[in-house]
């Protein structure tokens, strides 16, 4: 299967920790990149391999996988953490890449 | 920095021809695999195509397969989409994205708009 999912929308209260979650068959095979896309923006990736952050990403962002789900987890969530969140990895052909369809985030 | 920069976009009737260009600049552009990433408005993202670092190795989207064609020159720094055949499905914002360990996107463009009226 070439295909991840994601839940549509999640909220959050401000300060509180949330999960966002990705389940495919790819991820038994490959970790899941996490990116986070504000209104008008680019995207930009949070979460590169297992539970990486890319130099400027707060320590808050963090990553886990296990059989064909992976997590991206946010602690201490803020109103600057309110964005469109999505999972990427290779598919199983390992030459094709594939995004879940996102997840709405907010900060409430 | 990494700094990648789309160019190209544009309204296209259905049918027609549109080349991309996506410059990159403050890394060795020649030793990245790069991507094109679309998304159709208020959609979600949807890989496009990838490139190696060489340009011997090209893979496509079924969506795409047969009339869109990524290339580069690396000794311009820069990356190409020359997109045929295109319909008003093809409308969406077009992003180029630097790979790393042809896993992941590790950069990304601000991306350029195709609009292909239906």
């Known amino acids: 299967s070439s295909e991840l999912t994601q839940d549509p929308a999640v909220s959050v209260a401000l300060g509180q920790t949330v999960k966002i979650a990705c389940q495919g068959d790819?991820?038994?095979?490959?970790?899941p990149s996490w990116y986070q896309q504000k209104p008008g923006q680019a995207p930009i990736l949070v979460i590169n391999?297992?539970?990486n952050r890319p130099s400027g990403i707060p320590d808050r962002f963090s990553g886990s996988s296990s059989g064909n789900t992976g997590s991206l987890t946010i602690t201490a969530v803020q109103a600057d953490d309110e964005a469109d969140y999505y999972c990427?990895?290779?598919?199983?052909?390992?030459?094709?890449?594939?995004f879940g369809g996102g997840t709405r985030l907010t900060v409430l | 920095q990494v700094q990648l920069v789309e160019s190209g976009g544009g309204v296209v009737q259905p049918g027609r021809s549109l080349r991309l260009s996506c410059a990159g600049s403050?890394?060795?552009?020649?030793?990245?695999?790069m991507h094109w990433v679309r998304q159709a408005p208020g959609k979600g993202l949807e890989w496009v195509a990838v490139i190696s670092y060489d340009g011997g190795n090209k893979y496509y989207a079924d969506s795409v397969k047969g009339r869109f064609t990524i290339s580069r020159d690396n000794s311009k720094d820069t990356l190409y989409l020359q997109m045929n055949s295109l319909r008003p499905e093809d409308t969406a914002v077009y992003y180029c994205a630097k790979d790393r360990g042809w896993l992941l996107l590790e950069n990304w463009g601000q991306g350029t708009l195709v609009t292909v009226p239906s």
């Open positions: 790819s991820l038994r095979s490959y970790y």
């Open positions: 990427s990895t290779r598919d199983t052909s390992g030459n094709h890449w594939v």
């Open positions: 403050g890394y060795i552009f020649s030793s990245y695999a």
């Open positions: 391999g297992k539970t």
